[in-house]
């Protein structure tokens, strides 16, 4: 079994920033695609942000793109979303998912066998 902890999230001001993490506990997590998604209050779980398990390439949803930054330390098992400029449409719960060496569909839900409880971020207008 893969478990995965998200933390970081917290209360901030628009255009201020915070830094999540995701932190693994499993055996290989160098093999394993890491994905971000969020749901805002009353909405979807909508596609955030992914980085590879074969070589840390990195993908955002246009809404985050320029703002967000997605890094993973494999020594650590742990990935990490850099989250600046925030906005209040950013509010959300944020989800850490992984998924073992996936290389398709990674900017949707079901492509994930391994979800995170979420942490919830909340920026204030």
């Known amino acids: 079994q893969v478990q995965l902890v998200e933390s970081g999230g917290g209360l901030v001001q628009a255009g201020g920033s915070l830094r999540l993490s995701c932190a693994a506990s499993?055996?290989?997590?160098?093999?394993?695609?890491m994905g971000w998604f969020r749901q805002a209050p009353g909405k979807e779980r909508e596609f955030v942000a992914v980085i590879s398990w074969s070589n840390g390439s990195t993908a955002y949803a246009d809404s985050v793109k320029g703002r967000f930054t997605l890094s993973r330390d494999n020594y650590k098992n742990t990935v990490y979303l850099q989250m600046n400029t925030l906005k209040p449409e950013d509010t959300g719960v944020y989800y850490c998912a992984a998924d073992y060496r996936r290389d398709t569909n990674w900017n949707y839900q079901s492509a994930y066998a391994y979800w995170g409880q979420g942490t919830q971020v909340t920026v204030a207008s």
């Open positions: 499993g055996r290989d997590f160098s093999r394993y695609t």
